[in-house]
């Protein structure tokens, strides 16, 4: 088995071997084929369900396949090619690959957390929030996009706090920062499927998803459904949201400008998520960037106006964490030092300003 990983441990772009060891998160598929299957349409399904995966055929007969699973931070070709160079200087102190970089400062009146990839934010909410879910959470999105995807998990009880991997049964504990980690790495929690999990955990959500340009919804309703997710192949339960009256939990949910934004009052606890491509995101899913002329003194104008109106509608004792993610591919590499210092600054900025200065 070691010789057939180190075999497909490889760019299938360029076909090269890539100099990286086998990990515990590389895992092995196995699937019976009747005679209809179409097998590229089954690896295609599976990495559809796993997020950032790749998936390997390994070995192929009209009865059988077997696929290896990789992470697929082995094989990506970054379209930005300062990702990695610029990655160390944001995180020095480690040696792994851009796509679980990420860090925590705790030398701060609130927990902050920096990553690249969005979905590791995950493991900072559960744990600054885990003694407060039963109380009011709101928590405040900044980013291009609303994170609301299905995650690749089985969910077999209805409160949430369990789920297990489809394919290989393996079991999570929701509310565990360790089983969330390995949800992650193992590829059933995505960049685009990291809120619900969350949101399901708590009960009385609140996310308010800030746009630079967004169709305005003030406080929608927004059920959370355990549903059977039906394909050629497969079958299970999958957390999706809905608008059903039909509902096992369910959240608030706010879509807005940051001008739009007024002072949260009405919550117990506040979360500050901030992805960088709500500053600038050049890649809209199909693989083609987006030419952008944003110069540095158009972000900074961005930042200004972030910050002015965070410190107006934040009261700083409810924050529980600060969750700050680059977003390679997305968000250019080459302003990711100059944000990830205003951010500090602003973040400063909050903590030090006089009660007087956050408006109630």
Not at 186 to 196: C, D, E, K
Not at 255 to 274: A, N, Y
């Amino acid at each position: 088995m070691k010789n057939t990983k180190k075999a497909l441990l490889m760019n299938t772009q360029k076909s090269k071997v890539l100099p990286m060891l086998a990990t515990k998160y590389d895992q092995l598929l196995s699937f019976d084929l009747n005679h209809e299957a179409s097998y590229e349409k089954l690896v295609s399904t599976i990495e559809s369900l796993y997020k950032e995966k790749i998936a390997c055929v390994i070995s192929k007969t009209k009865q059988n396949i077997e696929l290896l699973l990789v992470p697929q931070y082995r094989v990506i070709n970054y379209q930005d090619p300062f990702v990695r160079k610029t990655a160390r200087t944001i995180f020095p102190d480690t040696h792994r690959e851009p796509y679980n970089l990420f860090k925590y400062d705790r030398t701060r009146k609130t927990p902050i957390f920096y990553t690249l990839d969005h979905s590791w934010a995950l493991l900072s909410w559960l744990s600054a929030s885990k003694a407060f879910l039963e109380k009011k959470i709101t928590i405040l999105h900044f980013d291009d996009h609303d994170d609301l995807g299905s995650p690749f998990l089985d969910y077999s009880h209805s409160d949430f706090t369990t789920a297990k991997d489809y394919f290989t049964a393996r079991k999570y504990d929701m509310l565990n920062v360790a089983d969330l980690f390995d949800a992650i790495a193992y590829g059933n929690i995505g960049i685009g499927s990291f809120i619900l999990p969350f949101v399901s955990l708590c009960k009385q959500p609140n996310l308010i998803h800030v746009k630079q340009e967004a169709q305005y919804i003030n406080k929608e309703k927004r059920v959370l459904e355990s549903n059977s997710y039906t394909s050629e192949e497969f079958q299970f339960r999958r957390l999706f949201w809905s608008s059903s009256n039909n509902d096992l939990s369910h959240f608030s949910y706010s879509r807005l400008s940051i001008d739009q934004l007024e002072p949260i009052t009405d919550s117990d606890f506040v979360i500050i998520d901030i992805d960088c491509d709500y500053f600038c995101n050049v890649n809209r899913w199909d693989k083609k960037p987006i030419e952008s002329n944003l110069t540095i003194e158009d972000l900074q104008i961005k930042l200004d106006n972030f910050s002015e109106r965070l410190k107006e509608i934040i009261i700083y004792q409810k924050i529980l964490c600060i969750t700050i993610a680059l977003s390679p591919d997305f968000f250019p590499s080459k302003f990711w030092q100059h944000t990830v210092n205003q951010i500090d600054k602003i973040i400063d900025e909050i903590h030090d300003a006089p009660r007087s200065c956050l408006k109630k």
